[in-house]
């Protein structure tokens, strides 16, 4: 047997050797902008939308861009992950898309620095327009990196909290909490007990509870991510420390981690009509601006109130800011119609009426400045809270950086070990955290 | 492969044109081996090749691959975090869950050979759960074993019996995990049955006349017969755990909450980290942070320990590729 | 002990004291047994009806405590076969499933009666390499395989990158083929090349027929291996709706429909219930291929 064994060796060696000689072809497909975009064309739309109210609103956007365009058909294929777009940036094809949207910014760092979505900057500028005096400050900062325009926002996220104005009258609590310590006596007296869950929680903080991530919170103590140098600042800026302490804090007194958890596994879900804060299982809800249309579709028996999230109480002066990041568009490298797909994403991007429409439809806050003083742009009164959000200099987004949003699962990783009790010094944990961030970019580089 | 060229029929072979019937008996044999040759060149030479070419390159997959040396490898068994977690899991279902799930297959099997009404009934339910596909069982034990609402819960808690977080809690979750696959026992169930149905009467026979109790019967004439089976039921458990895939991520996904949501990454392993295993660090790696060359290491490391237990395997069992005629 | 078992137990008939207790020992033995039985049949058993009774629930009482349906949801069915694709990842998991198997078959039946019944050298070491490539995980070779289908043949978000690897003998089939060609007895070979018949009539005129019941066990296998897979379309046809298969859209089946437990558990019964049909009628056929992985080697 092992003399049979030896020649399986030699024999794969052999066949190893040839075999290397066939991999180092990795098929840089050719493409670029030589297609006409005024000829008759289809290109691919790749986009995260799910929901059905969301869905419509995408198919009424496509209806409006092909009455423009009548010569450019656009194949939409909806509820994509990063994960599948990134996949499918890389092999291009035919059914590779044209045009990606991603709904977060996360990604942007990757996408620009690895060239897999272009630069648009010679579009923009063939075209005439200004992205400087089109688009809201931020949302101009976090579709770039290092100077390459590789995504274009398309519509933008803020958010705030929601919270239960019956439930508030209720338990006495006459105003939103403006300040964390405020908003953590609301949320003991908004608890009610029941068995060993609950009748109704006053707030889900756990870091597995949808929006609540460790960069939602941290957005109200406007941390710095990376300092210079692009090393992490995890371990050095207070921000961090205090944000993780404040959402364990959260989690102890409201009734500890084996109990929340177990509560939230028997929760609704985020995007249908059951969500927990909808059915008033849970009174407060961090949230982005689009739970506003979700949660008055769901016609819950109570009043909805809004408002920005609370602030550390030594930044009070600060109360207004929130997270705020938003859906970017972008065109694929390996995709053979950049024209025609340019004039897709220019459509949807900052034709005024296209993206006041899509922003009436899926209630999010319109991305550029004209859309968003546009009189056709139609809102619930509540829904100008978000918009203030976004227009507040103070707040902020988590930045791009070269290997997407890796950077943010570390950080939500540490959380949740802390979360849990698993790790219990907190200095320790954020030095390790910033370590590892810094050799996940030094290895993505 | 090349040895492949001389053969003999298993005719017997005249002594006249000796050469041109070895020539002509070599191009059968390669044309009957043809596809397997293919698809061994095509689908592991090559590739297992490339994993190894890859695991020394920085590749992304967007810009060429770059020699990187021994930067994938110091990254994944140093600063990877989900590295050792995975091969730690991976040996916790290696010690309890293979070992459980041969003891109670074979204690299935025995079972069955014992009952005498309805057998075929009784064989045939307790074979079936082996059969349900993987994702639909594990979303099924997934509900089943929600902490919140399933129903063993609520059936533990009206018994008075403290109820674990299964899928939601790190310390149960392989527990879960196991739970689901000693459901899916009916493979081991018919090879023991077979075994054990094979066991010669006499010797029970004999045994019995010795006045041998039912243990000593078991441990001297049932245990001896069917050790190549136990044996083999062991090598081929560690090797499946090895490439558990499927079960500890769609349950890891459908306990978190976060499953397949718009745009959200899911980051396997949860609940804190105890469900993953080596082959979901492939997917993470490759297919979520888009370092083919980590991933590449983890490949790697992963057919270094199939490939150990495999050999194990055609060592102490000889007859598995017993030389025929 | 057994042979106590295999007579009726009967209790009329004047019988000796020895021979009461004796008696008495084997109802005792077979009430336990079969309470044993009872008891494992509905560890096994249980499962599927909590899922079959959740399925026909109303999608409010899913989530709480009752077991048994109030109202009996027979539209939930009718809803997952509304599913937008639902049918399309039927229509590809038939394909996937179907096409694959021929295809392995067709192409592991030379090669493992090549293994089985000529004499070559390198014919062990071709053995080993068989049994290698059958434990070897598919994430070992993914990243280099993903890169050849996707960026050389453009193949992503199709099952083809599944399917054309069946035509090229799949290490399984070959193994448990060749085991079961072994014990057919070579006089028959013999004989057919006696009569003057090529390998190739030998093998389609002798072997085939003969080894119906291993191509039936392997067929299954593999119809199962590709029913089940996972891993598989999740890497290839993710990123195309039109190439799912049901194990695949199940999982995103759950994600649109959140916590619908009652359709995401009608949708499980669905994908479950093909394999269990197949099953009952195929059952000898299975369990002689089970056996024959782990015991005639």
């Not at chain 1, 203030?388 to 950077?407: F, K, L, W």
């Not at chain 2, 091969?87 to 459980?100: F, S």
């Not at chain 2, 993953?276 to 993470?284: D, K």
Request: include cysteine; glycine fraction near 8%.
């Amino acid at each position: 047997m092992p003399e049979v064994s030896r020649k399986a060796a030699i024999a794969l060696a052999a066949s190893a050797s040839i075999a290397l000689f066939a991999t180092a072809c990795t098929g840089q497909s050719n493409s670029g902008a030589n297609d006409d975009a005024s000829k008759e064309t289809a290109i691919n739309f790749w986009h995260a939308w799910s929901a059905p109210n969301e869905v419509a609103a995408v198919k009424s956007l496509i209806a409006g861009f092909e009455h423009a365009h009548p010569n450019i058909h656009v194949n939409v294929v909806g509820n994509m992950t990063d994960d599948k777009i990134n996949q499918a940036l890389r092999t291009g094809g035919d059914k590779a898309p044209d045009v990606i949207s991603s709904f977060t910014t996360n990604n942007v760092g990757k996408f620009c620095s690895s060239g897999a979505l272009i630069d648009l900057n010679p579009f923009f500028k063939k075209a005439g327009i200004d992205a400087q005096a089109t688009f809201p400050k931020a949302m101009n900062e976090y579709t770039q990196f290092d100077g390459d325009r590789c995504t274009v926002p398309l519509l933008g996220d803020a958010y705030g909290l929601y919270y239960n104005k019956t439930a508030f009258a209720k338990a006495g609590i006459k105003n939103p909490p403006k300040t964390w310590s405020e908003f953590e006596a609301d949320a003991k007296k908004l608890t009610i007990p029941q068995g060993d869950g609950y009748r109704q929680l006053g707030f889900m903080p756990d870091y597995h509870g949808w929006e609540t991530t460790t960069e939602h919170y941290f957005a109200q103590f406007s941390p710095t991510y990376f300092g210079p140098g692009g090393k992490s600042d995890v371990a050095r800026d207070p921000a961090f420390e205090k944000g993780f302490t404040l959402q364990k804090k959260l989690v102890d007194e409201l009734g500890g981690f084996q109990k929340l958890e177990r509560y939230r596994a028997t929760l609704g879900d985020e995007w249908g009509p059951k969500h927990p804060f909808h059915t008033g299982q849970v009174a407060m809800q961090l949230d982005g601006e689009w739970r506003l249309g979700m949660a008055v579709d769901a016609k819950p028996k109570f009043d909805i109130g809004v408002a920005p999230l609370p602030v550390p109480d030594d930044q009070a002066d600060q109360y207004g800011k929130g997270y705020i990041t938003g859906t970017v568009a972008g065109i694929a490298a390996t995709s053979h119609k950049q024209n025609a797909a340019w004039e897709f994403v220019k459509y949807i991007t900052t034709d005024t009426d296209a993206v006041v429409g899509f922003a009436n439809d899926i209630h999010n806050v319109p991305s550029t400045l004209a859309a968003l003083k546009s009189p056709k742009l139609k809102y619930d009164p509540r829904f100008k809270t978000f918009l203030d959000i976004a227009a507040n200099p103070n707040s902020t987004t988590s930045p791009a950086s070269i290997n997407g949003g890796q950077y943010l699962v570390t950080i939500q990783q540490f959380g949740y070990d802390y979360e849990s009790g698993k790790e219990k010094d907190l200095k320790a944990g954020l030095a390790r955290t910033a370590r590892q961030i810094d050799t996940d970019i030094a290895q993505a580089k | 492969m090349s040895t492949l060229t001389t053969s003999t029929p298993a005719a017997a072979a005249r002594p006249a044109g000796l050469a041109a019937k070895r020539r002509r008996s070599a191009l059968k044999t390669l044309a009957f081996m043809s596809p397997g040759l293919i698809g061994f060149a095509v689908f592991f030479a090559y590739p297992l090749a490339s994993t190894v070419y890859f695991s020394f390159m920085h590749y992304d997959g967007f810009k060429p691959p770059t020699w990187s040396g021994t930067k994938n490898w110091t990254y994944v068994f140093e600063n990877y975090p989900l590295f050792w977690p995975a091969l730690r899991n991976t040996l916790w279902l290696v010690v309890v869950m293979v070992t459980l799930r041969v003891l109670f297959g074979l204690g299935v099997g025995m079972l069955i050979t014992k009952i005498k009404t309805g057998t075929g009934v009784f064989r045939t339910l307790f074979y079936l759960p082996y059969l349900a596909p993987p994702v639909a069982a594990t979303m099924a034990f997934a509900f089943l074993l929600n902490p919140g609402t399933g129903p063993v819960n609520s059936l533990l808690e009206k018994t008075g019996i403290p109820a674990p977080g299964w899928f939601n809690d790190p310390t149960w979750s392989k527990p879960a995990l196991t739970l689901l696959a000693l459901w899916g026992v009916g493979d081991l169930m018919v090879i023991f049955m077979a075994a054990l149905l094979d066991v010669p009467t006499e010797q029970y026979e004999a045994a019995e006349l010795d006045g041998a109790s039912p243990w000593q019967r078991f441990r001297y004439v049932t245990l001896p017969n069917i050790s190549p089976i136990v044996m083999f039921a062991v090598v081929t458990g560690v090797i499946q755990t090895m490439q558990y895939y499927t079960q500890p991520l769609i349950a890891g996904k459908v306990a978190s909450g976060v499953i397949q949501g718009a745009g959200t990454q899911f980051e396997p392993g949860y609940p804190d980290k105890s469900t993953l295993t080596l082959p979901q660090l492939v997917y993470n790696l490759g297919f979520q942070r888009f370092d083919y060359g980590s991933a590449c290491v983890v490949a790697l490391v992963l057919f270094a320990l199939s490939m150990v237990f495999t050999a194990f395997l055609m060592r102490r069992r000889g007859g598995l590729i017993q030389a025929g005629d | 002990m057994t042979q106590v078992l295999d007579k009726p137990v009967s209790l009329k008939a004047p019988v000796s004291p020895a021979e009461r207790t004796a008696r008495r020992r084997a109802v005792l033995q077979w009430i336990a047994v079969h309470s044993l039985g009872v008891a494992a049949a509905l560890f096994f058993a249980l499962p599927f009806v909590f899922v079959f009774l959740t399925s026909l629930m109303s999608d409010s009482q899913a989530l709480s405590r009752d077991l048994i349906p109030h109202t009996w949801e027979w539209s939930n069915y009718r809803q997952v076969f509304d599913t937008p694709g639902f049918l399309t990842w039927w229509k590809n998991t038939l394909i996937y499933a179907g096409l694959g198997t021929v295809l392995t078959v067709a192409s592991s039946v030379p090669v493992a009666y090549a293994l089985a019944k000529f004499r070559f050298r390198g014919r062990n070491l071709s053995l080993m390499l068989v049994i290698s490539m059958m434990m070897l995980p598919p994430q070992v070779v993914i990243i280099p395989m993903y890169l050849f289908w996707a960026k050389q043949l453009d193949l992503s978000g199709t099952l083809w990158p599944l399917i054309i690897p069946m035509a090229f003998g799949d290490a399984f089939s070959v193994f448990l083929l060749r085991q079961f060609l072994m014990t057919i007895p070579n006089e028959y070979l013999d004989a057919a090349r006696v009569d003057g018949c090529g390998e190739l009539r030998t093998l389609v005129r002798v072997v085939l027929p003969m080894a119906r019941p291993g191509i039936a066990a392997v067929a299954l296998f593999q119809f199962f291996y590709a029913w089940n897979d996972y891993f598989g379309p999740q890497i290839y046809a993710s990123e195309n709706p039109g190439a799912w298969t049901l194990s695949y859209g199940l999982e995103s089946f759950k994600g649109a429909h959140h916590t619908d437990w009652n359709l995401t558990m009608a949708a499980t019964v669905l994908v479950m219930a093909p394999v269990i049909l197949v099953f009952f009628f195929a059952q000898k056929a299975f369990v002689e291929g089970v056996t024959l992985t782990g015991v005639k080697g």
